[in-house]
């Protein structure tokens, strides 16, 4: 079913949704608008679809690499600040050890290398992902509040180059799509 | 009239999730028990609530009664330190890698049953480690100044000593907190999304809304999501076990018969994981019934959890019989000595008696399919070994710092009154906060349960 709200010319459009029931045919929508050329679009679905992102051509491994730089550091920064504390802030002789028994700083090298690369994998995570974000016009689509329940759906942009808004929202109608919703900004 | 309800409900001991269940069904059934309206919460979590309120109040009283009058208030004398509150200590956080070990490294091994204990279980976890985490700062004496264990630059330029299991474990178990609860809050984003997008009331809505960040399952957000919880993942499973293995070294570094041991972080991780997964059990199968939540939790869940606890608690029994070898086969006579003491001598002797018959001799019964498969002999072992699990922890502490080397330095230890109403009131504390999160927070991870469902459906297309 096509919906008809044609909105007033001067309205500008964020973009358009197709709205599916099952993940399959998003995906297969995502791979089509893809193959179409469109770019700037984003699938959105009540959980992770394998194989979702990369259908919208979105690759990305920016968490990991914070992630590995983070803990690298968090494990450099726990054996330094060990060695530090017991080599130059506050050297004391314990039954004649070498100040520097590094084995003995491995436990904490270990957990600050944990506890950085976990605090960095969340924050980097969110902010990749621009969150806090309290605002973003696909939620003034009504059918959107199913989509972090029982709908899925494919949105391409009007940023994007191909956008056409009656070229796009027939595109989108051909994919099975159960409707096509308009994305006011 | 239950029984048949179950019967209804429960899916059997094959199946993660019952039958006519979709995508829509799921969130309303998780969903519900938040916004169910407060009056109609099952009567039981109300009198539970209300029980383990009285218990945060004792709790409240005795930690009130340790600031005013100091650590003697306890029956901790020399040679026994350490007493309850190091029992505690290590119960509890033994508890919470049950939490993590669902979460993790069930999620690693693509272990479908994890689904829908996950959540529930790393709720339990921060709950357990807060309860955990007061007892070494109680037990300072001075607990004011328990900032001293951390390293910052003060006036007296003095810092912690790197070289002390003590204060590697200051580090691992705020690390084990932080990233507990990172785990169990980025578990929760998108189910906060869910919440506020169901939500009927306007405050409900902001309060979800601002959980939720802004989240709208774009599959961008997705795939980051999903990397980042698969790195939390593959830290925590090292976090987990090194976490069990320094307390462990708490022991183990020290030159005490009975502690000195390199048994002690395999045996203890094993221990903490046997009864992690019992607290799991006590807490899962009376919520499970009061929701109505047969259908998500299943038989195929309290199945899985009880061989868990039966390979554990094998595990676990290894350790006693190790370490009773070990006491022999040393050729110590302290070690000899502290064997004989804590098993026939000391008169301590029965406790020893008492956790071998719970840890090892009552757990034997889930062998049998037809023990694991009944609700109730499963919760009555749970409790066994989680008490079975804290005399374990009584007996090491125990009787071994009781009687070390020279008898001019042996001492008695008897607990008192408020030794015994602070460990109360913590269990108070804990069951506490698992009321208030079964009924604030959806208590099974939604978008989880949705995957397992999509996952069954096309399994079932490929048949």
Known sequence: MLTETRLAGHVKLHGLMAQFSQPEPLLEAAHRAYAEGYRHMDAYAPMPVEGLADAIGFHSNAVSRWVFAAGLAGASGGFGLMWWISVIAFPHNVAGRPLNSWMAYIPITFECMVLVACFTAVISMLALNGLPEPYHPVFNVAQFARASRDKFFLCIEAADPKFDPGATRDFLAGLNAEEVLDVVP | ?463
């Open chain 2, 1 to 463: 009239m239950d029984e048949e309800r179950v019967a209804v409900l429960d899916p059997g001991p094959e199946k993660v999730i019952g039958p006519g269940h979709d995508f829509a069904s799921v969130t309303t059934k998780i969903g519900g028990v938040v916004f169910m309206p407060f009056l109609r919460t099952p009567r039981q979590i109300f009198i539970g609530f209300a029980c383990a309120f009285v218990l945060v109040n004792l709790f409240m009283v005795a930690v009130t009664w340790l600031f005013a009058k100091g650590v003697g208030v306890w029956g901790i004398v020399i040679p026994v330190a350490w007493g309850f509150a190091i029992v505690n200590f290590v119960w509890w956080i033994g508890i919470g890698h049950a939490g993590t070990l669902i979460s993790a490294i069930l999620l690693l091994l693509k272990q479908d049953w994890r689904t829908s204990i996950n959540r529930f279980s790393e709720a339990m976890t921060l709950f357990a480690v807060a309860c955990a985490g007061m007892f070494p700062i109680l037990h300072l004496g001075r607990p004011w100044l328990a900032y001293w264990l951390l390293p910052y630059p003060n006036t007296m330029w003095l810092w912690p000593q790197p070289r002390s299991p003590l204060i590697w474990d200051v580090f691992a178990v705020s690390t084990y907190a932080s990233v507990s609860f990172l785990f169990w809050f980025t578990g929760l984003i998108p189910d906060f999304g869910t919440m506020r997008d169901g939500a009927a009331k306007g405050w409900q809505q902001k309060i979800f809304g601002v959980l939720a960040m802004g989240w709208r399952g774009s599959a961008k957000h997705w795939a980051r999501y999903q990397k980042a919880y698969l790195l939390l993942a593959g830290l925590s499973t090292p976090l987990v076990v090194s976490v069990h293995s320094v307390v462990s070294f708490d022991f183990a570094i020290s030159i005490l018969p009975g502690w000195h041991t390199t048994i002690f972080p395999p045996y203890f991780v094993a221990g903490a994981i046997y009864s992690g997964f019992a607290m799991v059990l006590s807490l899962a199968i009376p919520i499970r019934r009061w929701y109505h939540l047969e259908d998500l939790i299943t038989m195929r869940h309290i199945e899985c959890m009880a061989k868990v606890m039966l390979g554990t608690g094998l595990i676990v029994a290894y350790g006693y019989a190790m370490e009773a070898f070990m006491g022999w086969y040393s050729g110590n006579q302290f070690e000899r000595f502290l064997f004989w003491n804590r098993t026939w001598g000391g008169h301590y002797f029965w406790t020893y008696w008492l956790l071998i018959l719970c840890n090892i001799l009552l757990p034997q019964l889930l062998w049998s399919r037809r023990v694991r498969l009944n609700v109730v002999a499963v919760f009555l072992l749970s409790l066994v070994i989680n008490t079975g699990m804290w005399l374990e922890r009584f007996v090491i502490v125990v009787t071994s710092l009781e009687r070390d080397f020279v008898p001019s330095a042996w001492g008695r230890y008897y607990p008192t009154f408020w030794d015994i109403a602070t460990f109360v009131g913590t269990i108070g504390v804990f069951l506490a906060l698992m009321f208030l999160f079964v009924r604030g927070v959806p208590a099974i991870s939604m978008f989880e349960m949705r995957e397992v469902l999509h996952e069954e459906a096309s399994h079932a297309h490929g048949d």
